[in-house]
């Protein structure tokens, strides 16, 4: 047998042999030196000198010292402190209100839930089981299908590892040499229009057929308002906001209030007024940020001189980072968005604010006390690293420092939870690490042995189109996800794609991107759908594993269609990359 065809038996035998059950790592590592003992063997020198035992080392210190993996113990860490600190039952109930007028509101307020959580934590494992345990039973109780309960949870769930922070993403950029920032950016937009199309089809399914979601009792969407709202409203307005800035002028009869801890306050009055401003503050703030960003920020450059010889050594022009120069079509054309986007955000917030009840008032603020403060530290965490302020590591640092502050002031942290959490984060990052040193030994023997070389001849001679080439390989992809994870897909078979994408002119970071999209097929295609065998362990008995496949299915495709719709409009995931940072 040939060098080249015996490391494709290399390759095939890695796919049984994890298959069966063996560890990924160690099977990666077992097979490169077995295979590398043979390539490299010589029989005029003695075993021992073989050059696969210096591979290994030169392989394992690369692995190592590779400044990309870094991050991935901190944000695994962030991940497993919000896990163990329980965070997520008032952020589900909170949401849950929010949308209780809207059909199969259970099963939207567990989509939204596993989105953000996903995004905050990037433990698919967690996510799912986390909202198996707090969602699941109180949708089979309120008649929900099974399948519509199973799949909202499933697909949500596998969410995390798509939009940043995303380890995923992390590993396959340390892989393919690519800017992790620039991935982050490149998912970003994508990572939330699956997210929306999972929503359009669960609100889809649900008017359709209403009985698969029926609607909730009314002890279920009544939200709790104290009395002394009731009594506010009576004496001053009717409307929360005009009630409470009119108490504020004129305290006097608002004092005779009686709360649960007493006589109300004005302290009391005053916090509740600026809850009732927390969405009009925050679409201010991000129209204010826009433009601080768009106009502001850019001319503020353009007006600092550079220093002589600085485009010589490599730096951007002005231009070049986006900024709209005055006059110009882009330009205009941002000011006229610009101004619709805000006069259809002042007629949305004076129809919401006209009608501002104490029952509204109550469910913001129960979003500001469980969801803003999660939501504050995943925006500081990715605004940090897009805007270049900081580094990859850096912002996961600061992300993990204030996943503790909020679970340290929940109160539900202690020092039990935070020993669990270190010690999962040590072992997902041993198990990252391994499987990196192991990679790298498979891959080098693999080439060494010929096998990429044969591949890429046989993939040329085919004499593909680019679209096809994208279609071929994203359907390899796509069928290894169902024996493979993730984690063996990228660190195996990924890198066997990435020498070819310069013959067929395809840009890395789309093609990044749509593995990264694929790969949500991964969690959810039988047999080795890890997402359904997560939601088993904490199902009812009467839920069968073949209920849950059912319900994961339709996402499957849904899945597929997001890819469709990227490739036709590649500027989702390219657009936000190339104006950040410029082609």
Known sequence: MSDPFLGLTMLMLIVVVIIMGFPTAFTLMGLGMLFGF????????????????????????????????ISIP??????????????????????????????????????????????????VGAVVVLMGVIAFNPMLRAGYDVKLASGVITAGGTLGILIPPSVMIIVYAAVAGQSVVKLYAAAMFPGFFLAFLYLVYILGW??????????LPENQTTVPVPAWMRSLQ????????????????????AM?????????TYWELFKNFCAALVPLALTALTLLLVWWYVVIHPQASADVEAPAGLEQLGAPAVEELGAPAVGAGPATSFYATFGIIAALAAVVLVRYYRNMTAERLEVVKLLVSSVMPLGILTVVVLGVILFGITTATESAAVGAAGAFLLALQARTLDWKRIKEAVFLTAKTTAMVCWLFVGSALFSAVFAILGGQALLEQWV???????????????????????????????????????????????????????VFVNLQAAFLSPPVAMSAYYLKGVSPPHVTLNQIFAGMMPYMLIVILCMILMYIWPGMALWLPNYLYGD
Not at 234 to 252: D, E, I, K, Q, W
Request: charged share 15%.
């Open 206 to 215: 649900a008017t359709i057929n209403p009985k698969i979601a029926p609607p």
């Open 234 to 253: 009576t004496v001053y307005s009717r409307n929360m906001l005009v009630g409470l800035l009119s108490a504020l002028f004129s305290p006097s009869r």
């Open 460 to 514: 040329l001679a085919l004499n593909l189109t680019p679209l096809q080439f994208i279609i071929l390989s994203q359907a390899i992809i796509f069928i290894l996800g169902w024996p493979l994870e993730w984690t063996e897909i990228i660190i195996i078979f990924v890198p066997i794609f990435l020498p070819m994408l310069r013959h067929f002119d395809v840009d890395p970071v789309l093609w990044g991107v749509l």
């Open 256 to 264: 005779a209030l009686e709360t649960e801890n007493g006589r109300l």
């Open 74 to 123: 901190l944000f695994v860490l962030m991940g497993y402190v919000m896990e163990r600190g329980a965070l997520v039952d008032k952020m589900f109930y909170s949401i849950q209100l929010s949308f209780r007028r809207v059909p199969a509101s259970l099963a939207i307020a567990t989509l939204i839930v596993c989105t953000f959580w996903g995004i905050a934590s990037g433990l």
């Open 38 to 69: 043979y390539a490299f063997y010589n029989p005029a020198e003695h075993w021992i000198d073989n050059r696969v035992f210096d591979l290994m080392v030169q392989r394992t210190y690369g692995a190592m010292t590779n400044d990309v993996l």
